[in-house]
Nanobody
Framework: QVQLVESGGGLVQPGGSLRLSCVAS????????MGWYRQAPGKQRELVAI???????NYANSVKARFTISRDNAKSTVYLQMNSLKPEDTAVYYC?????????WGRGTQVTVSS
């Protein structure tokens, strides 16, 4: 059973930065892709950033040039570096991993951007 554990969320002022981490149980090289999603209160969960096993990335338009997804295979960890944060980035951020047979989700980490 794959477990994904997110960390790094918190309260930050507008314009600030946070780095989220998602640690997977076992190797992440087995996944077709891994990504970050977020869900704000009253809204649907949406894609933030995704990285394929080959290293290609895709970002939501709202976070392009501000957020960067990366991974460290040796640490079985995927990161989301978030810069120039805005109040509208406030949400629970979830890590997702997709293998050839199923999809796995973490429990999420809260990010709040407020002054």
């Amino acid at each position: 059973q794959v477990q994904l554990v997110e960390s790094g969320g918190g309260l930050v002022q507008p314009g600030g930065s946070l780095r989220l981490s998602c640690v997977a149980s076992g190797s992440i090289s087995r996944f077709v892709n891994m990504g970050w999603y977020r869900q704000a209160p009253g809204k649907q969960r949406e894609l933030v950033a995704i990285m394929s096993s080959g290293g290609s990335t895709n970002y939501a338009n709202s976070v392009k040039a501000r957020f960067t997804i990366s991974r460290d295979n040796a640490k079985s960890t995927v990161y989301l570096q978030m810069n120039s944060l805005k109040p509208e980035d406030t949400a629970v951020y979830y890590c997702k991993a997709t293998s050839t047979v199923r999809t796995y989700w973490g429990r999420g980490t809260q990010v709040t951007v407020s002054s």
